[in-house]
């Protein structure tokens, strides 16, 4: 092919996705694609999806029909369609048949080799249809990094826990972990380009190192990066965390960091013993509510941040109810709510799913109202301390962030870019917004 061939690449799901799709682009940019300036421009659209919830495949399908269609109009001639991540490994040829115009279809486990099979593709004319099993080891490098201040750092791919309602098992493997020096490496590598906020990411954050026979792994992980970086000035974070692994280790290390980030995102998923044994979860009420103890005792400052599904099939009145106290009791600052939707090839897609919907509705307005109200409440500790905040640029609007990841609207402040740091003292507005009232920027990354 003489004509150098345009690419891009759309995300759909959680933040791995974010983070392999800077992968896939940096390895089609490598192969000697140009990055398109606008998506229904490229030659070839590459769309990275999510199989999570039903509504999100939903969604991928209308998106990937309405971008196609507009590239289509627009250049006059089809893109070549790519589909891959954990839709396409769940679905797999059921998408051919959906979207009659996907040229390579791939799962989550052999995205290194799309840049080739694209080639292949255009050059032949044929369809690719290419899986392969999960590599035993987690090798990833290269990313092509979006934005200048904030990133994303996968340790680990893959899940061993087979909550009996998730996909994320069956669509990505087993859990492999990346090696610890090479870790260490990223992390030099991003703070060198002048990164202040990295967050490292695992489907299970937490257990990581566990496949490679170090259950502490990642306490000497987290240990070794405060020993390399700790005069950086930058935060480090990490999601998502399964409350099973949440160590008290882990908490006394964050405790005493000076670059590691006080946010501890623990999916609750139910309040309900019943509900969490139906769920596979590996932990009790009584043992999430401990560790969450902990942490406000250890780091009173400290935010905590959840999942939590309603209506999962037999969930009762008196189920909910306890999902609710754990609300009460934990005043969650951070949540993401859904109602449950039966996956394919999951556990609990062999259960009745008898919660009708009008119910599963009712119980997420009732749960986001009492988070609201939790998350109100909560806000109390923080008011008016003086703390520092993050400048980020998000959909091209600037926002602040604590260190706890708690989402701060600045009230004054001049001259302001992405990347500063701004000292502030903390408040609560008429809306119940925390805002943030700037005594002192410092702007030159010092400490």
Known sequence: MEDRLSVAVVTFGCQMNKSRSEHLLHLFLQDGFSEAQEEEEADVLVFNTCAVREH??????????????????????????VLCGCMSELLREELLVRLPYVRVLTGTHNIDELPSLVREACNTGERKVVFSPPSPHFTERGYRRKGRVSTYL???????????????????????SKPHDVILEELEEVVREGFREIILLGQNVNSYG????NPQAFESLLEDIERRFGGEKIWVRFITSHPRDMRREIVEIVRGSRILCPYFHLPLQAGSDRILALM???????????????IRERIPEAAIGTDIIVGFPTES????????????????????????????RT???????????????????????????????RLRVHEGRVTEVLLLEEDGELIARTRENLRVFLEGGENLRAGSFLEVRLARNSQGKCIGIPVLCRDDGKN
């Open 210 to 213: 566990k496949d490679l026979g």
């Open 317 to 344: 009145e008196d189920d909910f109810a306890e999902t609710l106290r754990v609300v009460r009791e934990v005043q969650f600052e951070i949540a993401y709510t859904y109602a449950y939707s039966p996956r394919p």
């Open 347 to 377: 556990k609990a897609a062999q259960l009745k799913d008898d919660v009708p919907q009008e119910v599963k509705k009712e119980r997420l307005r009732v749960l986001n109202d009492r988070l609201r109200e939790a998350y109100l409440h």
């Open 280 to 294: 596979n979860r590996g932990y009790t009420q009584k043992e999430y509510l401990q560790i969450a103890s902990f």
């Open 56 to 81: 999100a495949v939903t969604r991928a399908v209308g998106v990937i029909a309405h971008l196609y269609h507009a590239a289509l109009q627009r250049r006059g001639k089809p893109p070549c369609v």
């Open 154 to 176: 996968p340790i680990a791919f893959g899940c061993n826990n087979f909550c009996s309602y998730c996909v994320v098992p069956y669509t990505t493997g087993p859990q492999r």
